[in-house]
């Protein structure tokens, strides 16, 4: 599609009582903001009561796992100068509660704030465009920036949606003291920063798809490199090459900046100029980013599994090389724990509390493995989500007037699901081996440790797989629903034991139900047994979309 983009004439009755139709790009600019708030207004607070619930469900961890101050010394003396922890948190610079809980979820829940408001962005940007619906919005009285400029709006308000509570409720735990209204600082800068950039890559790639790994993947390298610098501090200078370092150089409960905070805000408005400019030059539909063309005949795409492999199975590698790229970062570190033993009396004792130096890299092991199966799940509901949104637009038709059944098309889904599921936590298994081994570790048990990791996170990622499938077949629009499993893994990872849950409560997800591997037994049955509810729910889900209507628009 193309649509002229001289700028538009708002032809309102406001503008006819004020004598006659006046020229502006950003005519309907709040209009723009309002429809989409409107239809943010089940994802946009939920969101933001996850993001809220993991902040205090950490802080009340935190009071009950060290409740003094002497505690969360220790705490800081041992885990807090751990590289480990140095790469995945930063450094822990203060002992209070609220500091220590914005350490333990800060940073990595900063870049996913960010992650969470650049999907925003480019979901009201280049995939209303995509889908058409922007050129039907541009032929009405709004301007040539409105869609782009709503999007920004939603993507600012998205971020103070999630860093007022937060400031909140680190204010109480701070009681009133003023490092609580940094920490809002660090997540609403990070967040502007990334609608800054989502609005720029929504105007160079095309596809939507491209345009959220695009923006996804620039805020996750910069937390990496964030992690880098904390661990070598020869690197230090690469703390200041993305928002997520500066955010960190905020220093809520050390010595608070203001500098890096307006640099956050300096470049969230700079990149919203320059898409500007761009979106300004360019055909709507356009984009510098194209997608490869296909042949001009599709001889491969003589099956349902070729189209699946051919529009989504590029998103497998994508991910997995995310995923191993952070695992890698990992490994590399890993050997480094061991070092630690020497550095002080409180630090071997906790050490060797848990096993000396191989103990607490099979507890990192275990845990960022754990992390990558939990990827793998949301991969899985990204893929599924996708479907949905093909058929809305009408593409599933299309394929079900050839010869192509339901559950031909429904059993290629599942076939590349289960790739993706099996590949995304194996390639970060190895890429965390390949880390450890450049680093010095001992084979074999370098990569055997996390690879047995990764088998053992791929039944419960095919649970989710299936639960995701099984909602496609008979309620695609509930397909969202699947990632309360994902999150509720996530949050009672971090929580279960320290609150001291009953048992039951952290199994609602399955990643509960496997064990941490390296560090405890396998149980076979438990994972056949997983395997087999994955299995049972992709059955339902494809006698389920047998039975319903294709759903339009």
């Not at 599609?1 to 406001?14: C, E, H, N, Q």
């Not at 950003?26 to 969101?47: E, I, N, S």
């Not at 990827?375 to 058929?391: K, S």
């Not at 039951?504 to 990643?511: F, M, N, R």
């Amino acid at each position: 599609m193309s649509a002229t983009l001289a700028p538009a004439v708002d032809r309102s009755p406001a503008a006819r009582r004020r004598g006659g139709a006046r020229t502006t790009v950003t005519a309907g600019t709040w209009r723009l903001v309002r429809m989409a708030l409107h239809r943010d207004r089940t994802a946009l607070p939920a969101t933001a009561a996850v993001i809220v619930a993991m902040v205090a469900i950490t802080a009340a961890s935190i009071t009950k796992g060290y409740p003094t101050a002497a505690s969360r010394q220790e705490l800081a003396a041992t885990l807090g100068a751990s590289p480990a922890f140095l790469a995945l948190l930063g450094p822990l610079q203060a002992t209070g509660v609220a500091a220590v809980s914005s350490w333990r979820v800060g940073l990595f829940m900063i870049a996913a704030v960010g992650v969470v408001v650049a999907m925003s962005v480019v979901r009201h940007t280049r995939k209303e465009e995509e889908a058409g619906r922007t050129e039907l919005v541009r032929a009405g009285a709004t301007g040539a920036l409105a869609p782009l400029l709503a999007a920004g709006k939603v993507g600012v308000i998205t971020a103070a949606a999630s860093a007022v509570p937060i400031m909140l409720v680190t204010a109480r735990l701070a009681d009133g003291r003023p490092g609580a209204w940094w920490v809002g600082a660090q997540y609403f800068g990070v967040g502007v920063a990334a609608a800054g950039l989502a609005m720029l890559v929504a105007q160079l790639a095309t596809t939507s798809r491209t345009a959220t790994a695009m923006a996804a993947a620039t805020v996750m390298v910069g937390y990496a490199l964030r992690g880098v610098a904390d661990v070598r501090q020869d690197l230090g200078w690469l703390h200041w090459v993305s928002p997520i370092g500066w955010a960190q150089k905020v220093d809520p409960f050390g010595t608070p900046s203001l500098w890096p905070f307006v640099l956050c805000l300096a470049l969230g408005v700079a990149l919203a100029v320059v898409a500007g400019v761009v979106a300004l030059h360019r055909d709507l539909g356009a984009g510098l980013i194209q997608p490869r063309p296909g042949p001009a005949r599709a001889a491969g795409l003589r099956s349902p599994w070729a189209l699946q492999v051919r529009v989504h199975g590029s998103t497998v590698p994508t991910w997995a090389v995310a995923a191993g790229s952070y695992g890698l970062i990992v490994g590399l570190i890993l050997p480094s724990i061991a070092s630690l033993l020497t550095s002080s009396p409180r630090l071997e004792k906790a050490l060797t509390a848990l096993g000396g130096a191989s103990g607490l890299e099979n507890v990192m092991t275990a845990t960022v493995v754990g992390f990558a199966g939990m990827a793998a799940g949301a991969w899985a509901i990204t893929v599924t989500m996708a479907l949905v949104h093909d058929e809305s637009l009408g593409r599933l038709g299309l394929v079900l007037s050839t010869p192509v059944s339901r559950g031909r098309f429904a059993g290629a889904a599942a076939g590349l699901l289960v790739i993706g599921v099996v590949a995304i936590p194996v390639v970060f298994a190895l890429m965390l081996a390949g880390g450890h081994l450049m680093a010095g570790g001992p084979m074999p048990t370098s990569l055997t440790d996390p690879l047995g990791g990764a088998l053992v996170q791929i039944p419960p990622s095919l649970v989710v797989a299936g639960l995701a499938l099984a909602l496609y077949g008979w309620a695609p629009r509930a397909v969202v629903a699947a990632w309360v499993l994902v999150v509720w893994g996530f949050i009672m990872d971090i929580a279960a034991v320290l609150l001291g849950l009953p048992s039951w409560v952290a199994k609602i997800s399955p990643y509960a139900l496997v064990p941490r591997v390296p560090g405890e037994t396998v149980s076979a049955g438990t994972l056949v047994a997983l395997v087999a509810v994955a299995v049972a729910l992709a059955v339902v889900g494809a006698l389920g979309l047998r039975r319903r209507d294709l759903i339009n628009g």
